[in-house]
């Protein structure tokens, strides 16, 4: 088979790497600190669609009342292949107000290179929030390419693709309440 014909390659939920149990612990304590770090006022909470929404559905129902969370969602899309992005981003779905003056935390599934997170903080900022931070349940630290301040995160993991509780491959996997390694498939 010459290279034009080669099938790309699929990929299956494999092994294991954070189970329900050692995520709904963590997304707790992430949770607990974020309220402990945050004045009162009213905290927007923004979660970037698709991979955040299972995360952030997550972690604000740990938020105490006392926080007075607004949740809003963003859809970006980041040009490049399925696996890889290329930090070009297009915004298809934008907040529903204003951000001027609040205090703002973007939730992200993972961080691979830096380059979606890293534009949309940009873009975040020139609208002027009081305070932008930033959480995230995954870390591929090792891949980072651009610099991003990472306020909160969950879990830093190896350079290694991973699906599951909001993550996907080609649209699937994102209901898997677990986190596992994505396994190549012969079919
Ligand atoms: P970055 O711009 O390279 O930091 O990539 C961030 C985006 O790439 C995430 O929001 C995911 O959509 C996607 N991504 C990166 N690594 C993975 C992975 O292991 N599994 C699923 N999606 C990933």
């Not at 952030?56 to 963003?74: G, T, W, Y």
């Not at 991003?148 to 993991?157: E, P």
């Not at 693709?161 to 699937?172: H, M, P, Q, R």
Request: charged content about 25%.
């Amino acid at each position: 088979m010459d290279e034009k014909t080669k099938a790309a390659p699929v990929y299956r939920p494999g092994r294991v790497l954070f189970s329900e149990r050692e995520i709904s612990v963590r997304v707790r304590e992430l949770a607990e600190t974020i309220a402990a770090e945050t004045r009162g006022g009213g905290l927007l909470v923004v979660g970037i669609l698709n991979g955040a929404a299972i995360f952030l559905s997550d972690l604000a129902r740990c938020m105490p009342l006392e926080l007075d969370v607004q949740i809003d969602f963003m859809s970006i899309s980041s040009y490049g292949s399925a696996a890889q992005t290329s930090g070009t981003v297009r915004v298809l779905k934008d907040l529903g107000g204003d951000i001027a003056g609040r205090d703002v935390l973007v939730v992200e599934d993972i961080i691979d290179t830096g380059l979606t997170l890293s534009y949309l903080l940009d873009m975040l900022k020139t609208r002027r929030p009081a305070s932008l931070r930033t959480c995230v349940l995954l870390d591929k630290s090792a891949r980072r390419e651009v610099a991003v301040k990472v306020d909160y995160r969950g879990f830093t993991i190896p350079d290694a693709f991973v699906i599951g509780y909001g993550l996907d491959w080609a649209g699937k996997w994102r209901h898997l309440p677990d986190i596992r390694a994505a396994e190549p498939w012969a079919g």
